[in-house]
Every structure is written in C-alpha cells, then in structure tokens.
T-cell receptor
Framework: EAGVVQSPRYKIIEKKQPVAFWCNPI?????LYWYLQNLGQGPELLIR????????DSQLPKDRFSAERLKGVDSTLKIQPAELGDSAVYLC???????????FGQGTRLTVV | DQQVKQNSPSLSVQEGRISILNCDYT??????FLWYKKYPAEGPTFLIS?????DKNEDGRFTVFLNKSAKHLSLHIVPSQPGDSAVYFC??????????FGSGTKLNVKP
C-alpha cells in the first residue's frame, strides 16, 4: 500500500516568490493534515481537512498561506509571497478518520533565500 | 506556549540496555497520547499510543507509561537496538481535536 506522497521533496526559492506543495494521502483516508516543522522543533498543525472541508485552519497564516482539497483526496498548500522565515519542512499526513493515528509523508524541505 | 515538552534533546544508550524517553504536558484535558519515530529525511512514523484511561500500553519492545497526576509519559525501549537510533516525538491531544508535538529527543543506540 502506498504511503502519503508529497512533492517536491526539496524546493529553493527567492523571497517574495510563490511556492506550492502537493500531497496525495493514503487511499481511503478522509482526514488530511498539513504540518510545519522548524529545525529542532516538533510538527505544528497548519490545517486539518475532513474530506474537502477545512475543519481547523486556526494556525494557518491566511495573509500568505492557502490550502485546498477540492475533491477530498489530494491537497495543495501554497505560500504567496514566501518570506525567509518560511524556510522549514512542510509535512502532510493523513488518517482514516480524525480519531485515528496519522501517517506522515516524507515532507517538503523549503529554503527561501 | 509549549503544551508538550521533551526536555532531553538527546539520549545515548548502549545496545541491549533500556532506553527511556520522557515527555511532559501541561494541559490536564489531554486524553490521547502518541509516540512517533523519525529517521533523517523521512516523515515521522507512528510507534505507539495510549489513552488516558490506561496507564500502560505495551507493543513488543516498546512500552508507554502514562502518569496523569504528574502529567508525564515515558517511552521505554527494551532491549535497545542500533536501528532504534532516531528522533522520537511525543504528541498529545484532547479528544483528537488537535495534536501538540514535543520538540523531540534524538536517541543514539551504540553497538
């Protein structure tokens, strides 16, 4: 069974440029999460989807970050414009339901220069 | 304000001995706890969980203990193996609404 797939694995962009990350969750998983992980820290939730509905986006900086999960399957996370402080690993995770353990993808390491 | 804390950034243990990783939390409403293991350049992998109705959960070499009064949980690995070398994160939630992660403990198991 394929795990959570994220692309790209690495991205280097100049500040003020836009960037997008893509995530394909495990088949059949209704819940999808985007996490941010800074160096030396644990993952921090950005947004959680139940199917196509964002049920918790309280930690998403909405002035520059946006996310979508239009058909309730794969999802994209966008930053526009990127800032130096956005350099981090962006992790996508999915779970069968919101009350089960989440499975993580390998993450996208973003470097903003 | 960190609600979940792992105060030991690193731990070194000899192969075959016990590894004990600790985690403290501040929110008494947390009722479900997870441990994840993370290898370099990979995403975290779920390891073991415990709900607040239990004080111990065991899965092979891995045992998680929960002390609700102290707001403390620990992960025991016995016996430790070199392949266990990784970063371990604990996470906690209230009714699965949102998981809060600690900053991780890097375990090094020496052959």
């Amino acid at each position: 069974e394929a795990g959570v797939v994220q692309s790209p694995r690495y991205k280097i962009i100049e500040k003020k440029q836009p960037v997008a990350f893509w995530c394909n969750p495990i088949s059949g998983h209704n819940t999808l999460y985007w996490y941010l992980q800074n160096l030396g820290q644990g993952p921090e939730l950005l947004i959680r989807y139940e199917n196509e509905e964002a049920v918790d986006d309280s930690q998403l900086p909405k002035d520059r970050f946006s996310a979508e999960r239009l058909k309730g399957v794969d999802s994209t996370l966008k930053i526009q414009p990127a800032e130096l402080g956005d350099s981090a690993v962006y992790l996508c995770a999915s779970s069968l339901a919101s009350n089960t353990e989440a499975f993580f993808g390998q993450g996208t390491r973003l470097t903003v220069v | 304000d960190q609600q979940v804390k792992q105060n030991s950034p690193s731990l070194s243990v000899q192969e075959g001995r016990i590894s004990i990783l600790n985690c403290d939390y501040t929110n008494s409403m947390f009722d479900y706890f997870l441990w994840y293991k993370k290898y370099p350049a990979e995403g975290p992998t779920f390891l073991i969980s415990i709900s607040s109705i239990k004080d111990k959960n065991e899965d092979g070499r891995f045992t998680v203990f929960l002390n609700k009064s102290a707001k403390h949980l620990s992960l025991h690995i016995v016996p430790s193996q070199p392949g266990d070398s990784a970063v371990y994160f604990c996470a906690a939630s209230e009714n699965f609404n949102k998981f809060y992660f600690g900053s991780g403990t890097k375990l090094n198991v020496k052959p």
